[in-house]
């Protein structure tokens, strides 16, 4: 008898309530009581129906009110110490809120805890921090509580906790180059208290994750995990440990992993899928056995019978040892089908989002147990919307494939631009900008009114001209108040974008979209990724509508923007019935065409936006190159076929750019904007070392707090970029969009920056001279 059990459940609500009750909080606008009360609705809610779709082991401890890396941080007790004065005057909650946001309702602004990804998803954690003054101390009061309400509910559950050796491996230590595994033996005894506390409260089960085993691990990290399992093994009292890897194979991890002395071992066995034979020849038979068989990362129906063809001889060898559940946690997927009233109803029978992932469980479960037979009917249903999917005509589409097909035959199409320099010369000839020309990533503030409207519009209740309408006074908005900061490269703003790839993906054939199929990005934010069910083709120009409406208003260079094909990939939900490069090089040559359209209205400055081209990168070094080949190869098809004195920009942010710079170079945009403010230029090492030859711009100050930088800091962090890039070459913007943000922030902040740059060159004539 198999069993089943889910890792983690999406925390953010059907309709995000986590979300509106987190905001209305900072806001100042409902009580700490109303957001606990929020909070525990949805935890039950949550509970109770993965009850009821006949899990055998609930997740409890996955609910975070921002992110579960940082409540890791508060249950050991690692408070960096920017926070630590003020600690004492304020309530957990607040606490806690002001370490992830910089702000919360009570106590003084502070330097928010740094935001990076999660592994390769677009989920977004908060660092844990490091130093000499760090102390580790049990604070288990949100685990315990939570376990509290669960057993209220009478089901059965298992705790979850990120484990040492992941919590550690994520963090960073700032002040010096010491590697975080020097903080294991000062955290161990905190997780030992734990365990003890766990059993004794009655607890069976453990869920630990430890994800960085399917990342590339050295010797000393290895080590590190045979250590610390065999001491919380020979602990007195301790619950059942069940191991969970997730995200890929464990690889050269394989031996520690299977040598560790716990009672369960979850694999990911959609990305580990070839690995799981060897597992299971290994791996003791009176131990648990978890496989992850449905895809935690995407939204296709399994394929039952192939799984049940794989499942059945394990089954019978490990009975109710055998566990089933999906790859990795439930995070990354939206909450349910049920409402997607207006998704395609074909469409619709080959997606499984969370809910249904569990339903899938529990359909092999039965069949499992009860053989193929009993479930005869549910059975047949799910391979008929396989085999409809996998012949379905509205898949392929033989124009596009051909294209494909002729990109492949002569690949010197992305390579059609002259040299860096002389493309240089024909645009400074042709935009003649002053030294340190300013400009901005992109978006402007998503005002309430904007979402107000396209919410309207979307419900019925506005019509297509009256929405076009206020979008188009939103922008002219945007432009003119771009005029008064003086800023030199202009951009639209954005308005009409729900989101940067939900945007394209709207107007692109090949793709789907859902109305309520929100997945978590950080904090309160969310993204509905869109589904690319099919190939991939433009019907239409998509931007030059509102790109050349904005540059009616204007004299300066109105900057058109787009989104990558890399991130238009990693931010949506892909088909798996074909290599991803392949989709990405039927995006690029959609994007190709929307340039070519772009250009031939005029438009002389074109950014191509790739921050997640890092993301995309494989978690193993040894699937880097094949990466990076096609994903530089798929920017290129996209841009390399505009003029030489057409500009074209890129963006990227959240990411280390140190160990891909020859590639990043490879992608030849004119200009790149980067996200350097938070890192003090750090990242600009990278470039400089590389000696990285086109324009840069470094982001001078961090979009994602609402604290205000200073004209000082700005002209500093650029003379620091400045002594390592020759000034020519140098651009001043922010970090990213500036979507997050209000007007009343906005508006000082870019004043500032221009003020900057106008200081930057005054210096740098007075230099000259
Ligand atoms: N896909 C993606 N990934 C990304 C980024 C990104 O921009 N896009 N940026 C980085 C950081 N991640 C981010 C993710 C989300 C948001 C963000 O602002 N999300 C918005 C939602 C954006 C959106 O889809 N808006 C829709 C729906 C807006 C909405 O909530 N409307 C209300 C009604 C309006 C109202 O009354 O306020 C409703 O439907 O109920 C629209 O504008 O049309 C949010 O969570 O609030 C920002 C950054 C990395 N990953
Ligand atoms: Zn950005």
């Not at 791996?283 to 129906?301: A, M, Q, T």
């Amino acid at each position: 008898m198999a069993l089943t059990h889910n890792l983690g459940f999406p925390r953010i609500g059907a309709h995000r309530e986590l979300k509106f009750a987190q905001e209305s909080y900072w806001q100042g606008d409902s009580t700490a009581d109303s957001l606990n009360i929020t909070a525990s609705a949805l935890r039950k809610r949550h509970l109770t129906l993965q009850h009821d779709s006949g899990l055998d082991w609930l997740p409890v401890g996955d609910f975070s009110f921002y992110d579960h890396v940082l409540d890791t941080s508060l249950l050991v007790g690692n408070i960096p110490s920017r926070y630590r004065a003020e600690q004492d005057n304020l309530s957990t909650l607040d606490q806690y809120f002001r370490i992830a946001r910089g702000r919360a309702p009570q106590g003084t602004p502070a330097i928010a805890g740094e935001m990076t990804k999660w592994f390769d998803t677009n989920y977004h954690y908060i660092v844990p921090e490091f130093d000499h003054t760090t102390t580790f101390n049990l604070n288990a009061s949100k685990l315990l509580a939570e376990i509290e309400e669960a057993k209220a509910l009478g089901i059965a559950f298992k705790p979850v906790i990120l484990g040492p050796l992941s919590y550690l491996y994520l963090g960073k230590c700032h002040s010096t180059d010491v590697d975080t595994l020097t903080w294991l033996d000062a955290l161990l005894p905190v997780y030992e208290r734990l365990l003890d506390r766990l059993q004794k409260a009655g607890i069976e089960w453990l869920q630990i994750d430890e994800p960085i085993l399917a990342l590339d691990l050295n010797k000393a990290w290895q080590g590190a995990f045979s250590r610390t399992y065999q001491r919380f093994a020979a602990l007195e009292h301790t619950p059942k440990r069940l191991l969970t890897v997730y995200f890929g194979p464990l690889l050269n991890n394989l031996k520690t992993a299977l040598a560790l002395p716990v009672e369960g071992l979850h694999i990911d066995a959609v990305r580990g899928r070839a690995e799981i034979e060897t597992v299971h020849a290994q791996w003791p038979v009176d131990k648990v056995l978890s496989l992850g068989v449905v895809d935690g990362r995407n939204i296709w129906r399994s394929d039952l019978n192939a799984l049940l063809d794989l499942l059945e001889p394990f089954h019978e060898i490990r009975g109710d040892r055998l566990w089933l559940a999906p790859s990795c946690s439930l995070l990354h997927v939206p909450v349910s089908l049920q409402d997607e009233l207006t998704l395609d109803p074909e469409l619709k029978t080959w997606l499984a989002f969370a809910t249904e992932k569990l339903a899938e469980l529990d359909l092999l479960k039965r069949a499992l147990q009860q053989g193929r037979t009993k479930v005869a009917t549910e059975l047949a249903q799910q391979a008929q919307a396989i085999a409809a999917r996998r012949c379905s005509n509205r898949v392929t589409r033989a124009d596009v494939q051909a294209r494909v097909q002729a990109l492949h035959r002569s690949p010197a199409d992305a390579h059609l631009r002259a040299p860096y320099q002389v493309r240089a010369a024909a645009q400074r000839q042709r935009f003649a900008l002053p030294l340190f020309p300013t400009t901005t990533i992109g978006s402007f503030p998503q005002t309430r009114d904007i979402r107000q409207a396209r919410s309207r519009f979307k419900a019925g209740e506005l019509e297509k001209a009256q929405y076009e309408a206020i979008m188009a006074e939103h922008i002219a908005y945007a432009v003119t108040a771009q005029e008064r900061y003086g800023l030199d490269v202009l951009v639209h703003g954005e308005a009409e974008r729900n989101d940067m790839v939900e945007y394209f993906g709207e107007q692109l054939d090949g793709y789907a979209f859902t109305r309520f199929g929100w997945v978590q990005s950080y904090g309160s934010r969310c993204v509905k990724p869109p589904i690319i069910y099919g190939d991939v083709a433009r019907p239409n120009a998509m931007t030059v509508h509102w790109t050349t409406y904005a540059q009616s208003l204007t004299d300066k260079p109105m900057k058109g923007m787009l989104t990558g094909p890399i991130t238009m990939l990693q931010w949506a939900f892909v088909r798996d019935d074909q290599p991803r490069r392949q989709t990405a090089e039927q995006i690029a040559l959609a994007l190709q065409d929307e340039i070519k359209d772009l250009e031939a209205a005029g438009i002389g400055m074109i950014q191509v936006d790739e921050p997640a081209f890092r993301e995309g990168l494989p978690l193993r070094q040894q699937d880097w190159d094949d990466y990076l080949q096609w994903a530089v190869q798929a920017f290129r098809i996209a841009t390399a076929q505009v003029r030489n004195d057409t500009q074209i920009h890129t963006h990227m942010c959240y990411s280390e750019f140190n160990d891909i710079m020859p590639a990043i170079a490879a992608l030849d945009a004119d200009v790149i904007t980067i996200e350097t403010s938070r890192s003090n230029m750090e990242l600009l090492a990278a470039f400089t070392h590389f000696a990285y030859p086109n324009d840069i711009g470094p982001g001078v100050y961090d979009i994602h707090t609402p604290n205000l930088p200073t004209v000082e800091r700005m002209v500093e962090l650029m003379s620091l970029a400045a002594e390592s890039i020759p000034v020519e070459r140098l651009w001043v913007n922010p970090d990213c969009g500036l979507k997050t943000r209000r007007w009343e922030e906005v508006e000082p902040a870019l004043v500032r920056m221009v003020e900057a740059a106008q200081m930057l060159r005054a210096r740098a004539i007075h230099k000259a001279s």
